[in-house]
């Protein structure tokens, strides 16, 4: 087990200073609690226990760890999140994370340093094991992913989420009604233990079971959802494969990628080329035209995460797993195939 002169080590600063870190001191430079913070997750270190620490045992906090903080989809469910905690008389402790963070480690860290009575994983991994969960020591809800790839057991956290992969079949089928036939996918990845492969999985079904082929060559590819990549990807897409007429993006932010790709190739949506994409973030109302997409519902899923949580401290209920419904805003990216 990892001790904090590993982390100093680790980190090159003093115990001293890994200590203050740990303790939020505001007297600690954002580039050395980087430092500090990034050593932490690596050795998964969890601080011990003072006796200063155990009078706050008692503390109504509870924490929000944010893997992929730059994500605006996130944006308006931690506003439901805080106002949620704050209604109920806690405080909320919020810990953001980049895309290729060890939320894990963090919320150990987190839980252990201020207390928590909770943590709500915001962003997280598809794939925890129960020594994960048994790390951070407190209840744990995971918002908008669930364990579909992990060893953990259902019994030891709660989540809630949408069905990833039905409102990917169900944005496909969608296509394929309106007479589309060679629709490709936008995506991060087809294997990486994430929505990407969850919405790829629904995606495939779709086809299937419309006697549709499921051709790898229309896949085109956006490694950790990078903008660019899914701008060029389109582009090539629409460049050697003309017979394409609909694409399903995995998620909003790539489908507006994609818009711009299709206009700077030439190509006319709705009345060329249909796109549907999933998420229902703000900025995909105000495209040219309006990306139409199955909505997540980032105020419900928000409310319940927290409602649920309390529910475990308070014993109501030990753990939930609450899959909430989509809805479709029709925007204007999608029409019948061109005859």
């Known amino acids: 087990?990892?001790?904090?002169?590993?982390?100093?080590?680790?980190?090159?600063?003093?115990?001293?200073?890994?200590?203050?870190?740990?303790?939020?001191?505001?007297?600690?430079?954002?580039?050395?609690?980087?430092?500090?913070?990034?050593?932490?997750?690596?050795?998964?270190?969890?601080?011990?226990?003072s006796a200063r620490d155990l009078v706050q045992?008692?503390?109504?906090?509870?924490?929000?760890?944010?893997?992929?903080?730059?994500?605006?989809?996130?944006?308006?469910?931690?506003?439901?999140i805080g106002q949620r905690i704050d209604h109920a008389g806690y405080t909320m402790v919020i810990d953001q994370l980049e895309f290729d963070s060890d939320e894990v480690a963090a919320a150990a860290a987190l839980a252990q340093s201020k207390r928590l009575r909770g943590v709500i994983l915001l962003g997280g991994r598809f794939d925890y094991n129960p020594e994960d969960i048994a790390s951070i020591g407190v209840p744990v809800i995971c918002c908008t992913h669930a364990n579909q790839f992990g060893s953990l057991d259902?019994?030891?956290?709660?989540?809630?989420?949408?069905?990833?992969?039905?409102?990917?079949?169900?944005?496909?089928?969608?296509l394929i009604e309106l007479g589309h036939k060679h629709i490709a996918v936008l995506l991060s990845a087809t294997d990486d233990h994430s929505i990407s492969e969850l919405r790829y999985h629904g995606y495939c079904c779709a086809l299937r079971e419309a006697g549709l082929t499921v051709d790898e060559n229309?896949?085109?590819?956006?490694?950790?959802?990078?903008?660019?990549?899914?701008?060029?990807?389109?582009?090539?897409?629409?460049?050697?494969?003309p017979e394409v007429t609909a694409l399903f993006a995995v998620s909003d932010s790539l489908g507006i990628a994609a818009l711009k790709g299709l206009h700077d190739e030439g190509v006319i949506v709705p009345q060329e080329?249909?796109?549907?994409?999933?998420?229902?973030?703000?900025?995909?109302?105000?495209?040219?035209?309006?990306?139409?997409?199955?909505?997540?519902?980032?105020?419900?899923?928000?409310?319940?995460?927290?409602?649920?949580?309390?529910?475990?401290?308070?014993?109501?209920?030990?753990?939930?797993?609450?899959?909430?419904?989509?809805?479709?805003r029709k925007g204007g990216t999608i029409a019948p195939v061109a005859s």
């Open 1 to 49: 087990m990892a001790t904090i002169k590993d982390v100093a080590a680790l980190s090159g600063v003093a115990v001293s200073t890994v200590s203050r870190t740990i303790n939020a001191h505001p007297d600690v430079s954002a580039e050395t609690r980087a430092k500090v913070m990034a050593a932490v997750r690596e050795l998964r270190y969890v601080p011990n226990i």
């Open 57 to 80: 045992t008692q503390a109504k906090h509870l924490g929000v760890v944010i893997r992929g903080a730059e994500n605006t989809f996130y944006t308006p469910i931690v506003r439901a």
């Open 154 to 174: 259902e019994r030891c956290y709660s989540s809630v989420a949408i069905d990833d992969e039905a409102t990917a079949f169900q944005a496909t089928k969608k």
């Open 218 to 241: 229309l896949v085109v590819h956006a490694l950790d959802f990078s903008l660019e990549a899914a701008y060029s990807g389109i582009r090539t897409l629409i460049q050697n494969h």
């Open 273 to 328: 080329f249909s796109l549907i994409a999933i998420d229902g973030i703000e900025l995909s109302y105000f495209a040219i035209p309006t990306l139409t997409t199955l909505v997540q519902p980032q105020i419900e899923l928000g409310e319940l995460a927290v409602d649920t949580l309390l529910s475990m401290l308070n014993k109501e209920d030990f753990t939930r797993h609450i899959r909430v419904e989509t809805y479709l």
